[in-house]
């Protein structure tokens, strides 16, 4: 069986660990974390593969419409990435030579 983790250390103090296993048509994802709002969120679902496409009828537009998270946390994206991953949607090798994603704050002032 395939798994895909990612991690995140974001802004807000927390740690997020996502896991995604695809299971028959659909990709289980498990997340682990630090974050109440985000146990309250979702910890444990299943994304079909029309959920890997985005938008308000999916997993991800329920769960933001049920238990909103702030628009700057990184999580739900980095589900969308761990899914797309586990489905060969993205290029694992490429993945694994980026090591990681970033953003960068540039200038503050």
Do not use: Y
């Not at 444990?44 to 628009?71: N, R």
């Not at 489905?87 to 704050?105: C, H, P, T, V, Y």
Request: contains cysteine; positive net charge.
């Amino acid at each position: 069986m395939m798994v895909t983790e990612i991690s995140l250390n974001t802004i807000c103090g927390h740690t997020t660990k996502i896991i995604a296993t695809k299971e028959g048509k659909n990709t289980h994802v498990h997340i682990k974390t630090t974050c109440e709002k985000l146990r309250k969120w979702g910890t444990h679902f299943d994304m079909e593969m029309k959920d890997l496409m985005g938008g308000p009828g999916t997993v991800i537009g329920q769960k933001m419409a049920e238990a909103p998270l702030t628009p700057t946390c990184l999580v739900p994206a980095a589900v969308m990435n761990a899914c797309w991953l586990e489905n060969d949607m993205i290029s694992k090798n490429l993945a694994r030579k980026m090591g990681k994603m970033e953003i960068i704050f540039d200038k503050l002032e």
